[in-house]
């Protein structure tokens, strides 16, 4: 794939935090174009508030579309030479469920790119996926990553664990639990890996522009208990938290029946599910087939996210 500096970007899913930070990083540091696609008005508004510098905002243009329709996607994809697709969800809700948002998104998205210029995809997924899972979010993220696979646009799915990043919500929450003199957590045992988010939008842009195929698995540079990663965060906040740990079988029960009693729970036992999973990756072959150096250290990443 080239890798030209004129290259013209689509990314679905754009205005969260992760596609944010992939609009300012391709138009402002790289030079590229972008296609920003999204649902709604408002994620427009998100997207145009960027206030990207020099002549950035103009090689950025915004579309809201269905991403369940075909035929609008193949419209925003002309012209286009790179496709990033972003969407996902952790948490599934009686207007969003994981079916529509994986692989019906998917299915589109690929059928959409066929016949088109777009000459590589990118699928952003989680640690953990795949179509036998028996977490319903991992199964379903599972069986998206084979319908990108086995479209005609080759495709390289990038599996992350957590990921942190300025202003998101999961470091604004490890920021908030590392700040407390006491905290509680389900299962504080559970193994994480962060990773950094701007290494994750590196590994997206190698990935779309060296022409990576296939399935990669990238953690961050260190795998440590919930529990450890929460005394690391607190150190760079100058706290001493103690995290107590919960039983997860509460956490589960606690989400059932929220779930049973509530249309639109805050937390469900899927999600409670994936949230605990054991990261457990060696992210060298990611690394080698992204030609990818290093990864930002962890307590760099904490300081940048947590300053």
Request: with cysteine; hydrophobic share 45%; net charge negative.
């Amino acid at each position: 794939m080239s890798t030209s500096s004129e290259q013209k970007w689509l990314i679905t899913g754009a205005n969260g935090n992760l596609g944010k930070r992939l609009i300012r990083f391709l138009a402002e540091s790289r030079g590229h174009s972008v296609v920003a696609v999204v649902r709604s008005q408002r994620a427009r508004q998100q997207i145009e508030a960027l206030a990207l510098g020099g002549s950035a905002a103009d090689r950025l243009s915004v579309e809201v579309l269905d991403y369940s329709d075909a035929d609008a996607l193949r419209g925003a994809a002309q012209g286009c030479t790179a496709a990033v697709h972003l969407v996902g969800i952790l948490k599934a809700t009686a207007n969003a469920s994981y079916e529509e948002a994986h692989e019906t998104s998917c299915r589109a998205l690929a059928a959409a790119l066929a016949g088109t210029s777009v000459a590589h995809l990118t699928y952003l997924s989680i640690v953990g996926s795949r179509p036998d899972a028996a977490n319903a979010c991992l199964a379903s993220k599972g069986r998206a990553e084979q319908i990108c696979l086995s479209g005609s646009v080759p495709c390289c799915v990038l599996r992350v664990p957590m990921v942190i990043g300025e202003g998101d919500y999961a470091s604004f929450a490890l920021g908030k639990r590392a700040s407390k003199p006491v905290s509680f957590s389900f299962r504080s045992a559970s193994l994480e890996q962060p990773i950094y988010a701007g290494d994750v939008v590196q590994a997206v842009y190698q990935a779309g522009t060296t022409g990576v195929e296939g399935e990669l698995d990238l953690g961050g540079p260190e795998m440590l208990t919930r529990k450890a990663l929460t005394a690391r965060a607190g150190a760079i906040l100058n706290a001493s938290p103690t995290l107590i740990s919960l039983p997860l079988w509460l956490g589960l029960t606690m989400a059932g029946l929220m779930e049973a009693v509530l249309a639109n729970p805050p937390v469900t036992r899927a999600m409670l599910e994936v949230l605990d999973h054991d990261d457990q990756v060696d992210p060298q072959a990611a690394l080698d087939a992204l030609q990818i150096g290093a990864l930002t250290p962890l307590d760099d990443a904490l300081r940048a996210v947590l300053g």
